[in-house]
């Protein structure tokens, strides 16, 4: 196995306990295929914007994952939504759609608790999922570095035929018709990342008293993508689809199952293709492999064209936008772990490049509207 890939890695010891006696009664009553006692582990992340997640071990040596929202108060109340999360699972169980088995959505903030939780179950709710453990091969890396190069280019295929066939779901038909709004997904999404762009950028560093400040070139960019709107299309999507979301089979180079659902809606299959192909215009520094030497991976229209051919729409007439948007979306991350870091609720050498990430995502999203403007017709 190389060494960007891992069944278990980044597990250790239980930083952010819960009430272990509490969580084995609520799962002795609502899980009973759970074999008690559990044993508690947490997953590591290298920076600190994604869920808690813990695994369980079972007295039968079977695994399980629990996810729950961070401690603390949040800055957006979009993020982090873990019952989002178990609902959508719940809904793709029975379709083609490789998604971890869940077993229980807890929304009961008096089940799990810290001293940290004491302190601010009066202003959250604290929601947590119990699903399946995957046995298999995650990847950080999207240049899938260690593997053999043919495995590189079939997993690549894998990832967007796994794509393709979220985006081929009627979400009606599954369950999922209020899932999201059908239509006006990127003036939604807009809105949304300037509301919370907003606020990140008045975070006050707690040292220096300087603030975040704001994303290079926000607005003109917004106003131009208002202008261009794709036509509207609209399919179940995952919200944040890229190769380090995503559990490879342990020897085989397929796609066994896709992680982090919080972010999922009813919008624009773009969005899910332009982020899961951003890698292609990033520095390595932050996660991409601009520049770099494939060696096995597809290069970026022949991505492109496979996704055509299988899902019979052609994304490339708006690749500008959606490659533009995503470096817009990408910054509004990276602006919110700048703010975590100037509260100190994030650290780490992962915190600090992200945190300096932002402005210079600002003017690169800006500079390829101006230098691919005219790749695709505006909508009339």
């Given at each position: 196995?190389?060494?960007?890939?891992?069944?278990?890695?980044?597990?250790?010891?239980?930083?952010?306990?819960?009430?272990?006696?509490?969580?084995?009664?609520?799962?002795?009553?609502?899980?009973?295929?759970?074999?008690?006692?559990?044993?508690?582990?947490?997953?590591k992340f290298t920076y600190g914007q994604s869920n808690p997640t813990y695994y369980l071990r079972d007295a039968n040596t079977k695994s399980y994952v629990l996810r729950k929202k961070p401690p603390g108060t949040l800055l957006s109340k979009t993020a982090h939504a873990v019952e989002r999360e178990y609902k959508i699972l719940k809904a793709l169980q029975p379709t083609n759609v490789p998604t971890p088995k869940v077993y229980s959505l807890c929304e009961d903030s008096n089940v799990i608790g810290t001293p940290f939780y004491v302190r601010n179950l009066a202003s959250i709710k604290v929601?947590?999922?119990?699903?399946?453990?995957?046995?298999?091969?995650?990847?950080?890396?999207?240049?899938?570095?260690?593997?053999?190069?043919?495995?590189?280019?079939?997993?690549?295929?894998?990832?967007?035929?796994?794509?393709?066939?979220?985006?081929?779901?009627?979400?009606?038909s599954i369950g999922l018709l209020n899932y999201g709004k059908a239509s006006e997904f990127y003036p939604r999404q807009l809105k949304t990342l300037t509301a919370i762009s907003t606020v990140q950028a008045a975070v006050?560093?707690?040292?220096?008293?300087?603030?975040v400040g704001e994303i290079?070139?926000?607005?003109?960019?917004a106003s131009w993508f208002l202008r261009n709107l794709p036509e509207e299309r609209s399919t179940v999507i995952h919200g944040d689809f890229k190769i380090d979301n995503l559990v490879f089979h342990p020897t085989e180079s397929i796609v066994?199952?896709?992680?982090?659902?919080?972010l999922s809606s009813i919008g624009h299959p773009l969005s899910d293709l332009s982020n899961l192909c951003q890698p292609y215009v990033l520095?390595?520094?932050?996660?991409?492999?601009?520049?770099?030497?494939?060696?096995?991976?597809?290069?970026?229209?022949?991505?492109?064209?496979?996704?055509?051919?299988?899902?019979?729409?052609?994304?490339?007439?708006?690749?500008?936008?959606?490659?533009?948007?995503?470096h817009l979306r990408l910054a509004v991350i990276c602006q919110g772990i700048a703010a975590r870091v100037a509260r100190k609720q994030a650290s780490g050498a992962k915190a600090a490049v992200y945190r300096k990430a932002f402005p210079t995502l600002?003017?690169?999203?800006?500079?390829?509207?101006?230098?691919?403007?005219?790749?695709?017709?505006?909508?009339?």
């Open positions: 196995m190389s060494s960007n890939c891992s069944t278990l890695a980044g597990i250790g010891p239980v930083r952010h306990p819960i009430d272990e006696a509490k969580l084995t009664a609520y799962l002795k009553q609502t899980v009973p295929s759970i074999a008690l006692p559990v044993k508690l582990l947490q997953r929601h947590i999922e119990i699903m399946e453990f995957l046995n298999g091969r995650v990847f950080a890396d999207p240049l899938l570095t260690g593997l053999p190069r043919e495995e590189r280019r079939q997993c690549w295929n894998s990832a967007i035929k796994t794509l393709v066939a979220l985006h081929s779901l009627d979400p009606v006050k560093d707690q040292d220096t008293g300087r603030p290079p070139c926000f607005k003109q960019m066994i199952g896709i992680l982090d659902w919080e520095h390595r520094a932050i996660g991409g492999f601009a520049g770099a030497y494939l060696d096995g991976v597809p290069q970026l229209d022949e991505v492109l064209e496979l996704y055509t051919r299988l899902s019979c729409w052609d994304p490339r007439p708006l690749w500008t936008f959606g490659t533009a948007f995503a600002g003017e690169s999203g800006w500079h390829m509207i101006m230098n691919g403007q005219m790749a695709y017709k505006p909508r009339i």
